[in-house]
């Protein structure tokens, strides 16, 4: 298992209906080698890292489907 932290940009931050988004992020994606693994973010304010699904990877982006509820901030 490799692990690597890296910092990726957000190209795309697309609404795909209410309360669900597809957030494509660019960056160095070699430790990824397949859809279904998860990245955990480091989000600005929170302790926790978010361990997140990737939905879509290929060459220097990945997909990410993120789903908010009314509970989420």
């Given amino acids: 298992m490799i692990v690597k932290q890296t910092t990726l940009t957000v190209t795309e931050n697309t609404r795909l209906v ?3 988004y597809r957030l494509r992020l660019a960056g160095d994606t070699s430790a990824i080698t397949a859809p279904g693994q998860f990245v955990n973010l480091e989000l600005p304010g929170k302790f926790l890292r978010r361990p997140i699904s990737i939905c879509n990877w290929h060459h220097h982006n990945l997909d990410l489907i993120i789903l908010l509820n009314s509970t989420n901030q």
Avoid: M, V
């Fill in 18 to 20: 209410d309360g669900i």
